[in-house]
């Protein structure tokens, strides 16, 4: 393991960067570099998962497109045309091999604009993709999440793509985490500008009332989170009522369960926002079950979700 920061997750040792396996401390770019100076680079972390048959990642090709699409919505215009899914899936193999790794892990990969000093533009630049390893460790509580409503509004789909996953654009989220994290709770709830609801600071919002699951729709400024189609997908197939509309921040107080979703954030129970109990403070029925039908799914559990695991070792 990579000597880390104490409470920060481990990171593992070898990363793929610039078309070749480095140790973690040479994947570097430039503090000149438009990444480092405008934050132009667009990412998605992924989970590598244990399975009966051997390493899987979970989504593979999901999470490749959406770190093309995110550099679509940005300009960047020269990753997609070096890159395909074929090449994108032969380097994260080499990376888990490599690492040799042998439980869950997550995988942050990141097109990073490493042009020097060009300006306020992002076509026709120079990019480098990086892939590292990291702990599978939880950013919200898995046992009982305490969230406040954020006085920060998420970013509008009109300033900074909510769809694309933009290093920058993730200072918003720092900033309403932080406010939350000095206030005494987990994390935060981010309303859009009309005061909806969004989302956590970097997880997906589910509700339940009444039997029927709610989450906020594409149209409330929301990533379009890859966990979050696969909740979805789960209520569909388990035959429980889902919907995606415009969710007010009073619905969370009144809601019989609360769940965030995402990779970093696996399927975690809410029981307190702005200190209101939600559920008794305890998991509710419908959050347990699509907790363990996601497990199953990303660990290979469910033959009829084989198709999302892709094997890399």
């Known amino acids: 393991m990579y000597a880390t920061m104490a409470r920060m997750a481990k990171i593992w040792e070898k990363a793929y960067f610039k078309d070749k396996l480095v140790p973690i401390g040479e994947a570097q770019v430039s503090?000149?570099?438009?990444?480092?100076?405008?934050?132009l680079s667009v990412y998605t972390v992924f989970p590598i998962c244990v399975t009966a048959k051997g390493i899987a990642a979970f989504r593979l090709k999901d999470h490749f497109r959406r770190l093309v699409l995110s550099?679509?919505?940005?300009?960047?215009?020269?990753?997609?045309?070096?890159?395909?899914?074929?090449?994108f899936e032969k380097a994260t193999v080499e990376l888990i091999k490599?690492?040799?790794?042998?439980?869950d892990v997550f995988v942050r990969a990141t097109v990073h604009v490493d042009e020097l000093v060009p300006g306020t533009r992002s076509r026709g630049m120079h990019t480098s993709l990086s892939i590292f390893i990291y702990e599978a460790k939880p950013i919200v509580p898995q046992d009982g999440a305490r969230?406040?409503?954020?006085?920060?509004?998420?970013?509008?789909?009109?300033?900074?793509?909510?769809r694309a996953k933009?290093?920058?654009?993730?200072?918003?989220?720092?900033?309403?985490?932080?406010?939350?994290?000095?206030?005494?709770?987990?994390?935060?709830?981010?309303l859009d500008v009309a005061g909806h609801v969004c989302e956590l600071s970097a997880a997906n919002i589910f509700l339940v009332r009444d039997g029927v699951l709610i989450t906020p729709g594409l149209e409330s400024d929301i990533l379009e989170g890859?966990?979050?189609?696969?909740?979805?997908?789960?209520?569909?197939?388990?035959?429980?009522?889902?919907?995606?509309?415009?969710?007010?921040?009073?619905?969370?107080?009144?809601?019989?369960?609360?769940?965030?979703c995402g990779t970093s954030a696996f399927i975690a129970p809410v029981?307190?926002?702005?200190?209101?109990?939600?559920?008794?403070?305890i998991m509710g029925p419908l959050t347990s079950k699509i907790r363990k039908f996601h497990d199953d799914v990303m660990h290979g559990r469910n033959e009829a979700y084989q198709n999302l695991l892709t094997p890399v070792v």
């Open 271 to 281: 029981k307190e926002v702005d200190g209101r109990m939600i559920g008794g403070g």
């Open 71 to 87: 550099a679509r919505i940005i300009g960047i215009d020269t990753f997609e045309k070096e890159w395909d899914y074929v090449r």
């Open 147 to 162: 969230l406040k409503t954020s006085v920060w509004r998420r970013i509008p789909d009109y300033a900074i793509p909510s």
């Open 226 to 260: 890859i966990n979050r189609r696969t909740v979805l997908e789960i209520a569909r197939d388990a035959n429980i009522p889902s919907i995606e509309r415009v969710v007010d921040m009073t619905e969370l107080y009144v809601a019989d369960e609360i769940f965030a």
């Open 98 to 103: 490599a690492n040799k790794i042998k439980e």
């Open 166 to 190: 933009v290093n920058g654009a993730y200072v918003n989220s720092v900033l309403a985490k932080q406010d939350a994290i000095d206030s005494g709770y987990d994390d935060c709830i981010f």
């Open 31 to 39: 503090v000149a570099s438009s990444a480092v100076l405008y934050g």
